[in-house]
């Protein structure tokens, strides 16, 4: 069984750039839910998808946008990078008919310099 | 809304000592708990879930935790802590039905030989 992975590890930016996270939900999940984590927090939820449709967003301002595709893999993108956008994203996959378990991946680290 | 207060953003123990970590937590629902480890670079594991039944929880690692209605606490224990407990550790809670998660600021777990 695969479990949670994304991509890059590890990402530099500079202020005013855009990015694009990738990641690919476990065997058997259909939805993907996004955290930032920033230095010393635990993680903050921006969105959830299901069916690649957007399922629920915390407070988040809308630079900060999603998809999933058919295979359930997901991509989280930021316009117009501001230097507190730094910060551990963490993708987690789970079934939507599961008991609230979710799979987290080894995250992406975003730098915006 | 939820929320969770995890007391104490550091605790030190000793290799051997029982290990306690404290969460407190606020839903308008029966909330389903949990607790994760993250180890330095790296994402969330799972460390153990309360989704309504037993109230003593029991985990990976010899970690356990006991849901507490009465005091709104879901704390975690492990008798003896071993050098490789040494990690951040989340605690989180949900709706029943809805798998966002709501996290704590995180405990960093010092173990000293």
């Known amino acids: 069984e695969t479990g949670v992975t994304q991509s890059p590890t590890h990402l530099i930016k500079t202020r005013g750039q855009q990015v694009t996270l990738r990641c690919s939900s476990q065997?058997?999940?259909?939805?993907v839910s996004w955290y930032q984590q920033a230095l010393g927090q635990g993680p903050q939820f921006i969105f959830q998808y299901y069916r690649e449709e957007e399922n629920g967003r915390g407070n988040f301002p809308p630079r900060f946008s999603g998809l999933q595709f058919p295979n359930y893999s997901s991509e989280l993108n930021v316009n117009a990078l501001e230097l507190d956008d730094s910060a551990l994203y963490l993708c987690?996959?789970?079934?939507?008919?599961?008991?609230?378990?979710?799979?987290f991946g080894p995250g992406t680290r975003l730098t915006v310099l | 809304a939820q929320s969770v207060t995890q007391l104490g953003s550091h605790v030190s123990v000793s290799e051997g000592a029982l290990v306690l970590l404290r969460c407190n937590y606020s839903s308008s629902v029966p909330p389903y708990l949990f607790w994760y480890v993250q180890y330095p670079n790296q994402g969330l594991q799972l460390l153990l879930k309360y989704t309504s039944a037993a109230t003593l929880v029991k985990g990976i690692n010899g970690f356990e935790a006991e849901f507490k209605k009465s005091e709104t606490s879901f704390h975690l224990t492990k008798p003896s802590a071993h050098m490789s407990d040494a990690a951040e550790y989340f605690c989180a809670v949900s709706d029943p039905g809805y798998s966002t998660l709501t996290f704590g600021k995180g405990t960093m777990l010092l173990v000293s030989p």
């Open positions: 987690a996959s789970s079934s939507f008919s599961g008991n609230n378990e979710q799979f």
């Open positions: 065997s058997g999940h259909n939805t």
